[in-house]
C-alpha cells in the first residue's frame, strides 16, 4: 500500500475498505474518481490502488473518455481473484454453487444427498466441489471460503449441527473439521433456514421490510426469522424451528418428538401419507400429488386443502409472537401457488388479523443465495473490512445469479 511503513494498521484498512467500496459501487473507476469519492488524498489512493493491482485484487479496465484533458486509466475488480462455494445441504438433494468476487455464479449442479448420511455426505460435498472448480477453470488455491446451509439446529457458538433429523449421522461427526480437511479452507455453517431468510432479506420481499419471517416448506419445515434488520437466532440457535410447534397434531404422541408435531403434521412425507389415505394411487412423491391435482385428482385436492388447513393456525401462531410485517413463503413445497392460495384461504378464517403472506421471489435458491452472499460478506470483511451485504452493498440477482 503506502510507502510510508509507519501508517498505522487500522488507517491502512479504512484506505482499503474505501477503495474497494468505490470500485465495487461505481468500476469501473479512475484514480481521480476513486480519490472525489472516498476523500483520499492522490497519493494515497494511487498507493492503495497500485498495491490492490498487484496483489490481484483490482485490474485496469480501459481509459475514461473526456472532451478535456488526457485520458485516465480505470479499475474494476478482478473478479477471478477468489471465489466462494455456497452450499445448500438439504435431505433429499445439495445444490452448489461456486461464485467470484462479484458474486457471479459461475458453476452450479444438484444432485441427490447420499442417503447414507454422515461422513459419505462430506465426501460427496467435497467430490462435487472439485468437480465445479474444475469445470469453471478454477486454481485449487482459489477458492477461500464456503457456506453451508443445513437443515436442523446449528450451534451459533462453534458450528456444531445439534439436530439434523433429515440427514442422517451428520449430528454425530465434526462437520466443520471434516469439510476443511476435505476442501483445504474453511466452511461456514447456517442453518438452512437462516440462510433463506437472508437471500430473501437481500434481494425478495424482506428487502422492503426490516421484520419479517420466512417459512419453508418442503422435506421438513422451518423458519428464519429477521427482527429489526438483524437474524433472530435465539440462545442456542434453535430460534424459528416451528417444527416443533404444537400444532397441526397431538404434541404428547412421541411419534412427533423427533421431527416435530408440525413438521409430522405437513411435511412431504405427512401429504403423501395423506393423499394416499385419502384413496389417492397416482403418485409416488409430493410433485406427483400436485401434478395429479392439477389433473383434477379428488384425493389430491383434498390432501393439499388439508395441509393448508394445518398450517394456517402456526401462521397464526408466529404473527402473534413475533407480528412481522410479511411472511414469505418457500421451499419446494411452499412456493406451490396451489398450497399458497388454499393458506390464504384459511389465514382469513381461523384469525381476527389476517398477516400479509408472500411466495418467495428466490424460489428454491434462496437458500442458496444466502449461503453466497454470506460466503462473499465474510470474505469482503476479513480481507479488506468491507461488509459488502450489510454496509450498503448488496448483491443483487440479475437472471438467477447473484452480481455486484
Not at 408466529?318 to 384459511?346: Q, W
Not at 461488509?387 to 440477482?397: K, M, N, Q, R
Amino acid at each position: 500500500m503506502a510507502s510510508d511503513a509507519s501508517t498505522p494498521p487500522v488507517a491502512r484498512q479504512i484506505s482499503l475498505r474505501m477503495v474497494m467500496e468505490a470500485v465495487l459501487h461505481q468500476g469501473p473507476i479512475s484514480r481521480a474518481q476513486i480519490a472525489k469519492m472516498t476523500g483520499l488524498s492522490k497519493q494515497t489512493t494511487s498507493d492503495v490502488v497500485r498495491e490492490l493491482e498487484e496483489r490481484g485484487w483490482l485490474r485496469e479496465r480501459g481509459r475514461t473518455q473526456g472532451a478535456i484533458g488526457r485520458s485516465a486509466l480505470t479499475y474494476e475488480i478482478n473478479d477471478r481473484a477468489a471465489f466462494v462455494l455456497g452450499i445448500d445441504l438439504g435431505g433429499t438433494k445439495i445444490r452448489m454453487a461456486i461464485a467470484d468476487l462479484k458474486g457471479i455464479v459461475v458453476q452450479e449442479e444438484e444432485v441427490p444427498t447420499d442417503h447414507r448420511g454422515g461422513v459419505h455426505v462430506l465426501d460427496q460435498i467435497a467430490d462435487l466441489a472439485r468437480r465445479l472448480a474444475a469445470a469453471a477453470e478454477i486454481g485449487p488455491k482459489a477458492l477461500r471460503l464456503g457456506v453451508m446451509g443445513t437443515p436442523g439446529v446449528v450451534d451459533s457458538t462453534d458450528g456444531s449441527i445439534q439436530v439434523a433429523p433429515n440427514i442422517p449421522g451428520v449430528d454425530r461427526i465434526d462437520v466443520i473439521g471434516g469439510l476443511k480437511s476435505r476442501l483445504g479452507f474453511d466452511v461456514a455453517i447456517e442453518n438452512d433456514i437462516n440462510l433463506h431468510a437472508q437471500g430473501e432479506q437481500w434481494q425478495g420481499h424482506g428487502a422492503a421490510t426490516r421484520s419479517f419471517v420466512f417459512i419453508a416448506l418442503g422435506t421438513g419445515i422451518g423458519m428464519g426469522i429477521i427482527a429489526e434488520g438483524k437474524l433472530l437466532r435465539g440462545a442456542r440457535g434453535a430460534a424459528g424451528e416451528i417444527a416443533y410447534l404444537p400444532v397441526g397434531g397431538d404434541p404428547y404422541d412421541p411419534r412427533g418428538f423427533t421431527l416435530g408435531t408440525l413438521e409430522t403434521a405437513v411435511g412431504s412425507r405427512a401429504i403423501l401419507q395423506r393423499y394416499r389415505g385419502y384413496g389417492g394411487t397416482a403418485a409416488s412423491n409430493v410433485r406427483e400429488v400436485f401434478a395429479a391435482l392439477a389433473a383434477g385428482d379428488e384425493a389430491a385436492a383434498t390432501a393439499i386443502d388439508e395441509t393448508a388447513r394445518l398450517i394456517a393456525p402456526a401462521i397464526v401462531a408466529v404473527n402473534a409472537v413475533l407480528d412481522p410485517e410479511v411472511v414469505v413463503l418457500g421451499g419446494s413445497i411452499g412456493v406451490r401457488l396451489e398450497l399458497f392460495e388454499r393458506i390464504r384461504h384459511y389465514l382469513a378464517r381461523c384469525g381476527h388479523v389476517t398477516p400479509r403472506i408472500e411466495v418467495s421471489l428466490l424460489g428454491n435458491r434462496a437458500a442458496l443465495v444466502g449461503a453466497i452472499g454470506t460466503a462473499l460478506s465474510q470474505l469482503h470483511n476479513s480481507l479488506f473490512g468491507l461488509d459488502v451485504t450489510t454496509g450498503g452493498l448488496s448483491l443483487p440477482i440479475v437472471e438467477g445469479r447473484i452480481s455486484a
